[in-house]
């Protein structure tokens, strides 16, 4: 990758008791070991002389590391000489090759430029598409933490964060030649500046900045960085994507769905809040749903009785009296609003729009969001002056 350092740690972390200690530490040189074999990975052997490049299948039996698992809990391939061989037996080689990273134990980052990967995704969407046919689909990318480094990504180019949203795309693309109306959903980070769309990120060999330019408007964005979820929720918004909020996270309380519900209140094009919980804990989604349902959201971080949305809605304003933003908003005008079929009359301020919805806030401070399609021609040609 280029780097000009490479830190080594070795250590316990999170250990609370008991005796822990190291022996024989060593550096070694491990050769080949975990050699990926595809067109974007390519191995090359030379001899000392810098030209003398020796060729895979006549100087030397093709290369496999039989047992690959991206750990390092196994003999490494050899290389073995074929008789009509040029390489001299003792002649000292010099080996270049890539080999695969494990992220979690688990866990191994795929490469995005790969050409085999647009069939395997492929088949996966049509196995999806015939035994779910799912109206909703969700992408489970995030965490990206390698990607940009081999051949086949150099190839092409381009920046991380166009090949990052290129693979998006196409993603997308497959699954709309399957079902053209499906919903598609994607995790935030990879797609947010304040959160993993940045250089300089994990392994990644290259930018992310700017990843969020290179995908379609149309993907519903579940935002999950709760502590940067303002900055987040309105990067989103601002960019005309339509928000979920991924609350939750297995905590012991429910103290961040309030500062979501908060948040998503003032969000253009926000869809929602979603239950989200990744060790199947769900002693909690009873009282999820009730705060959901009741738009309770706490006023102050500190103040431990909650309260109706309107309410919270309308001392934010006062709290905030003298900022500027405030008193624009105090300023807005209240206007009636009506659907498209006429039936149905509301009287609200407007409070923006993003990826084809419409926030308006009503007397008691409840912000409504509705699909700016449904609202009279009317009040779509308002909200297009308001724009401008
Ligand atoms: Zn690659």
């Known amino acids: 990758m280029g780097l000009p350092a490479v830190r080594v740690y070795a250590g316990i972390w999170g250990g609370r008791s008991g005796v822990f200690w190291l022996d024989d530490l060593r550096v070694e040189e491990v050769g080949l070991l975990n050699v990926l074999r595809r067109p974007g990975t390519p191995i090359t052997v030379r001899g000392e002389r810098p030209n003398a490049i020796h060729e895979e299948g006549r100087d030397f039996e093709p290369i496999t590391d039989p047992k690959l698992n991206f750990h390092f809990d196994h003999d490494c391939p050899t290389i073995k000489l074929r008789p009509e061989s040029r390489i001299r037996q003792g002649q000292t080689l010099r080996v270049s090759y890539y080999h695969g990273t494990s992220v979690t134990p688990r866990q191994v980052s795929l490469c995005m430029s790969e050409p085999g990967l647009d069939e395997i995704r492929r088949k996966q969407a049509e196995l999806v598409q015939k035994h779910l046919a799912p109206r909703v689909w969700f992408l489970g990318m995030d965490e990206i933490r390698q990607g940009g ?6 190839a092409r180019k381009k920046s991380m964060a166009e090949i990052l949203g290129d693979y998006i795309t196409r993603q997308v693309q497959r699954i709309r030649e399957l079902n053209p109306d499906a919903e598609v959903f994607i995790w935030s980070d990879m797609l947010d500046p304040h959160h993993n769309a940045h250089r300089d990120y994990y392994m990644v060999d290259g930018d992310l900045t700017g990843s969020w330019q290179y995908v379609p408007k149309d993907l519903r964005i579940a935002c999950w960085n709760h502590k940067a979820r303002e900055q987040s929720l309105a990067h989103f918004s601002r960019l005309g994507f339509r928000t979920l909020a991924a609350a939750y996270y297995d905590a012991d309380t429910l103290k961040s769905t309030y500062g979501w519900l908060d948040s998503i209140s003032r969000t ?12 199947k804990k769900y002693d909690l989604l009873g009282s999820f749903g009730d705060l959901v349902a009741q738009g309770v959201v706490p006023l102050l971080p500190r103040d ?3 309260r109706r949305l309107s309410k919270a809605s309308e001392e934010r304003s006062e709290a905030k009296e003298d900022s500027p933003s405030t008193n624009r908003q105090t300023a807005a005008e209240f206007r009636t609003w009506t659907d498209r079929g006429g039936r149905y009359k509301m009287e609200a301020e407007f409070a923006g729009a993003a990826g084809g919805a419409v926030n308006l806030r009503q007397r008691n401070g409840d912000v409504i969001s509705i699909e700016l399609e449904k609202l009279s021609a009317e009040d779509q040609q308002w909200i297009e002056r308001r724009k401008k």
């Open 149 to 154: 480094s081999c051949a086949a990504c150099k």
């Open 268 to 279: 253009p094009g926000a869809l929602g809040i979603m239950y989200t919980t990744w060790r």
């Open 304 to 306: 431990s009785a909650p």
